[in-house]
């Protein structure tokens, strides 16, 4: 299967070949300008077959998923989905992306709420900040303290027993999506 | 009274504990019943279908299928919950191979989803089902001249659900000019605040809220209200980040849309959480506490 192929078989990837590479997506985008491939870019680079690129590079993790580009698009490519369905097949196939740590806060938020059931917000953080960089954390000490006084940062996680259910379903999804 | 099934969001028991306080405050003055979800748990957000697009589907599905069994419309206040559990909902009507695995992965925990819950934001509620003209009259100290900026966020109107216009949306404008307030004209309305990207890119995030900030006070903003609770911590809890980052002197109260709406309808500011607001809305408190005694002397 070419790379095109296997976007077009995401969830968020299917249309693609539709796009004309006219520019109206990286046009109205926030963070272009952050992207070293923005999305009209990104997709041209799919359609070369240019895997490691896209898979490795970090441009879709600074998308906001603000969904203007999906907006705007007159072919209905949805790149806002489109990223997500690469940033997927990045952590599918274990991709190390320089230039950003969103992925690893994509992860604690994940794993926080897999274990709670809910997502504890201070828990999420707090593994964040280890397993990238801890000193970055006391940049940010003063905004998470103010939280933390006015009742917005709950020291303990609100474990739901719902947590139970959903680790069943999560495990069963992944038995049924593996035998296919 | 209204009823629906709610689905609150993580965020409304903790970093937007205002949000969900204050809509606890005024769905029974408003003549809404809002019966939470038994055991609801997190919608999975663009964080889990950033990871694995297709396991973040059945995720958000949970929560549809705990909706089903009650047979009501489901409403939550958070934009990012409603987009993943609008999307959800509308892939698995498209794709009954996903559908058929999500329910056989549903049923280990005795649970199924047949695809018929509407999925609707709090924002919508209050403009079309409990309607602007009838929360005018319930208003109990109208916020007459207060100049607010109506920021809905882009996940609100984003992708285009229908409900309102995605580039420049009315009906936050005209819940805030139900309550006596002036929805001053906010060109960057619905543009992003950067999202949970403040973490991990704060440099950019600052930028893009520094223009929102900017924006707002530039067509003469006293506050900013918003119904979205990604957003009202970003412009309230970095505020002052932004004021370091730039050297600048931001002090503008960010409400949530709801908080608003309690003041208005004479609620105390205690239970609708204004003493979480980061940025003190103590001026904006005292407008109307002003107003609240002119009318009265006006009686
Ligand atoms: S706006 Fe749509 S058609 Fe145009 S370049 Fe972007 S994805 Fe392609
Ligand atoms: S959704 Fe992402 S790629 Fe699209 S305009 Fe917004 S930030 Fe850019």
């Known amino acids: 299967m070419s790379f095109v192929e296997e976007v077009a078989a995401t969830h968020g990837g299917e249309n693609i070949c539709a796009c004309i590479q006219c520019g109206i997506c990286t046009g109205s985008c926030p963070t272009a300008g952050e992207m070293e491939y923005p999305p009209r870019k990104i997709i041209a680079l799919i359609r070369a077959g240019m895997r490691g690129e896209v898979l490795s590079s970090s441009s879709m993790w600074h998308c906001l998923s603000c969904y203007m580009c999906t907006l705007r698009c007159p072919r209905d490519v949805r790149p806002a989905e489109l990223a997500h369905a690469l940033k997927s097949l990045a952590s599918r196939y274990n991709y190390r992306i320089k230039g950003t740590r969103a992925p690893a806060i994509y992860h604690s938020f994940v794993s926080s709420m897999i274990n709670n059931g809910r997502v504890h917000e201070l828990g999420m953080i707090l593994r964040y900040y280890l397993t990238t960089n801890p000193l970055v954390a006391l940049k940010i000490f003063p905004v998470g303290l103010k939280l933390l006084l006015r009742r917005r940062m709950p020291l303990r996680p609100h474990k739901t027993s719902g947590r139970r259910s959903l680790a069943r379903m999560v495990k069963k999804f992944r038995e049924i999506r593996g035998s296919h | 009274m209204k009823r629906y099934a709610y689905y609150p969001g993580c965020s409304t028991e903790s970093t937007a504990i205002g949000l969900g306080l204050s809509i606890k405050a005024v769905a029974g003055p408003l003549g809404i019943e809002l019966e939470e979800l038994e055991d609801w748990t997190c919608c999975g957000s663009v964080q889990y279908g950033s990871l694995d697009e297709l396991e973040a589907i059945l995720v958000a599905t949970r929560n549809l299928a ?234």
């Not at chain 2, 892939?91 to 989803?113: D, G, I, P, T």
Request: aromatic share 6%; net charge negative.
């Open chain 2, 66 to 299: 705990l909706a089903e069994k009650k047979g009501l419309d489901l409403v939550t206040p958070c934009s990012s919950c409603f987009i993943t559990l609008t999307s959800a909902g509308l892939q698995l009507r498209k794709n009954h191979l996903l559908m058929s695995q999500v329910n056989e992965a549903l049923a280990v925990a005795n649970l199924e989803y047949h695809g018929n819950v509407p999925v609707r934001h709090l924002t919508e509620v209050l403009a079309s089902d409990v309607t602007t003209e009838v929360i005018a009259s319930n208003v109990k100290y109208r916020l007459n001249g207060l100049k607010v900026a109506p920021y809905y966020g882009c996940q609100l109107v984003r992708p285009d659900y229908g409900f309102d216009d995605p580039d420049f949306p009315r009906s936050l404008d005209r819940l805030v000019e139900s309550l006596g307030a002036e929805a001053i004209p906010f060109p960057l309305k619905s543009r992003c605040c950067g999202g949970t990207l403040v973490i991990p890119e704060e440099d950019m995030a600052l930028g893009l809220i520094r223009k929102l900030l900017d924006n707002a006070l530039e067509n003469g903003a006293q506050c900013i209200t918003t119904p979205c609770p990604l957003c009202q911590i970003n412009l309230d809890a970095y505020q002052s980040r932004v004021n370091n980052k730039f050297k600048t002197h931001y002090n503008l109260p960010v409400l949530f849309i709801t908080q608003l709406i309690g003041l208005a309808l004479g609620i105390d500011a205690v239970s609708l959480g204004l003493n979480t607001n980061i940025v003190s809305p103590g001026r904006v408190l005292d407008d109307i506490l002003g107003a609240g005694q002119e009318a009265s002397h006006g009686a």
